[in-house]
T-cell receptor
Framework: GQSLEQPSEVTAVEGAIVQINCTYQ??????LSWYQQHDGGAPTFLSY????GLEETGRFSSFLSRSDSYGYLLLQELQMKDSASYFC????????????FGKGTRLSVIA | KAGVTQTPRYLIKTRGQQVTLSCSPI?????VSWYQQTPGQGLQFLFE???????NKGNFPGRFSGRQFSNSRSEMNVSTLELGDSALYLC????????????FGPGTRLTVL
């Protein structure tokens, strides 16, 4: 089976940088995704890493190290609207298997 | 393009009843997946349909079932409702499933009394 670990809560100051880590244990691996969910809203796709390295999309970056079974989401220049839950999700062992989500990290951005 | 829509948005049922939830995917998307979201367990995969066939199934009892129609719209049914079935039920659509990006609907909030 697959399991993912991520911190349950993170608090950061507006304008700062925050990193949300995700470690996974899977039998096979196809890719790591990140989703954002605001209270009362639907999860929305942020990024996807299939290969090692950093993917950058504006203020958000995602990193993957397959040898360490580890990834992180980096949020820069934090804004109050970034307060949300962030989920990492893994697809394993192949591309046709369903996403398995971590339990989410609640990010609170404070002034 | 219109996004994923789910109906109803809110539902209150009593134990023992059954419920049917509906999901209309983004036009052109052929894969629909269903998830149960609860505060303690996060997002749990229920099942995925592609071209009217169930392609993957999660670890849920047989009381949870689904189907997909030829226009890719999908329904899920929960029979003999239990208190623990209270949750947000999300559906997500993608072009072909697999590694494609999934787009989530707003969910149906089910409360079982």
């Amino acid at each position: 089976g697959q399991s993912l670990e991520q911190p349950s809560e993170v608090t950061a100051v507006e304008g700062a940088i925050v990193q949300i880590n995700c470690t996974y244990q899977t039998s096979g691996f196809y890719g790591l995704s990140w989703y954002q969910q605001h209270d009362g809203g639907a999860p929305t796709f942020l990024s996807y890493n299939a290969l090692d390295g950093l993917e950058e999309t504006g203020r958000f970056s995602s990193f993957l190290s397959r040898s360490d079974s580890y990834g992180y989401l980096l949020l820069q220049e934090l804004q109050m609207k970034d307060s949300a839950s962030y989920f990492c999700a893994v697809r394993a062992p192949s591309g046709n298997t369903p996403l398995v989500f971590g339990k989410g990290t609640r990010l609170s951005v404070i002034a | 393009k219109a996004g994923v829509t789910q109906t109803p948005r809110y539902l209150i049922k009593t134990r023992g009843q059954q419920v049917t939830l509906s999901c209309s995917p983004i036009s052109g998307h052929r894969s629909v997946s269903w998830y149960q979201q609860t505060p303690g367990q996060g997002l749990q995969f229920l099942f995925e349909y592609f071209s009217e066939t169930q392609r993957n199934k999660g670890n849920f009892p047989g009381r949870f079932s689904g189907r997909q129609f030829s226009n890719s719209r999908s329904e899920m049914n929960v029979s003999t409702l239990e208190l623990g079935d209270s949750a947000l039920y999300l559906c997500a659509s993608s072009l072909t499933g697999g590694a494609d990006t999934q787009y989530f609907g707003p969910g149906t909030r089910l409360t079982v009394l």
